[in-house]
Each structure stands twice: as structure tokens, then as C-alpha cells.
């Protein structure tokens, strides 16, 4: 009897986007993150001003990113037993590093994670649903409100295509 590893998928194969040239598919560079209110007014920058960070989708229906926060020492924090209780400020404010990898899937403007691998060990097998944007080189997901009514608070994370280097 075959048992998956944890890096192998725990799904049925997911939809791919159109290869032909799908706004996501590439590789973007972080230019912000904040958290903003339902009003969508910036309340603070977790990363600070100049955030790191990598998201690369392909064509065949892989994703991964990595987002390093510069203001934090290489030491790990304390990995919390479920993600469910952290809110995202918290968990971008005192992780040096974040990152997961596996497959995705677009739907209209939504796209979903489906992580494999991640450097929280409880979101390894979760699915991450984000909507997103593209607007010329600029892609800005949108993760889901945590908090309800007028207390509800959300990442908005900007992204931006690498300049093409001169050869």
C-alpha cells in the first residue's frame, strides 16, 4: 500500500490556469505588506517599509513563496500549535520567515493554495484562498478579514514583477 508523503499532493489534481499567458503565472517580488481595516485604511506595515519576498506561480500548476521578515533575527520563533488563534500581524511581526509551497488554483478572481510544504507545520494540507489583482506589473492578493463587523482587520500583501535584467 502506497502512503503519500507530506510533500505530495493531498488532492485531486487542481485546476491550471490558461498557460497562454495568465496574468499570475511568473515570479513576483514583495513590495508591501499591511494590514488594513474594513474601510481599507492601512493600520500598520508588520514587515516595515522594505519587506523581502518571493511568490512564483507556474504553468503547470505549482506555487511557492517565501517572505523574510528584515527587521527580525534568523531565530526562529516559537511555532504555534494551530494558526487558527494568530492573527496575521502577530504571525508576520515576530516570524523572521515564511514560506510554503505545493499547487494552486484560479477561479474568477480567487486563487487557493493548496500547501504541501510550509515552515507552520499546522498549515501543511490547508488550502489558502486569496483574491487577487493584476495591474500591469503590480499583483496585490487580498487574504480573507479575520475579525467581524467594524474589528474586522486583513493582510493586503503587493507584489511587483522583477525589472528584466540587461543582458
Do not use: C, K
Request: aromatic share 6%.
Amino acid at each position: 500500500m502506497h502512503t503519500p508523503s507530506r510533500t505530495e499532493p493531498h488532492h485531486p489534481s487542481a485546476p491550471r490556469p490558461d498557460a497562454s499567458g495568465h496574468p499570475l503565472l511568473g515570479a513576483w517580488l514583495l513590495s508591501s505588506v499591511a494590514i488594513v481595516d474594513v474601510s481599507g485604511r492601512t493600520l500598520e506595515h508588520p514587515l516595515g517599509q522594505r519587506p523581502t519576498g518571493l511568490i512564483t506561480y507556474t504553468a503547470d500548476g505549482h506555487m511557492s513563496v517565501s517572505v523574510l521578515n528584515p527587521d527580525l533575527d534568523s531565530e526562529p520563533a516559537a511555532e504555534p500549535e494551530s494558526t487558527d488563534s494568530v492573527d496575521s500581524a502577530t504571525l508576520l511581526r515576530t516570524s523572521p520567515y515564511l514560506g510554503y509551497a505545493g499547487t494552486y488554483e484560479v477561479t474568477g478572481d480567487r486563487v487557493v493554495h493548496h500547501l504541501h510544504i510550509a515552515s507552520l507545520r499546522p498549515w501543511v494540507g490547508t488550502q489558502q484562498e486569496r483574491r487577487w489583482e493584476v495591474e500591469g506589473d503590480r499583483l496585490t492578493l487580498f487574504p480573507p478579514n479575520e475579525g467581524i463587523g467594524e474589528d474586522a482587520r486583513a493582510p493586503r500583501l503587493v507584489w511587483h514583477r522583477p525589472a528584466a535584467e540587461a543582458a
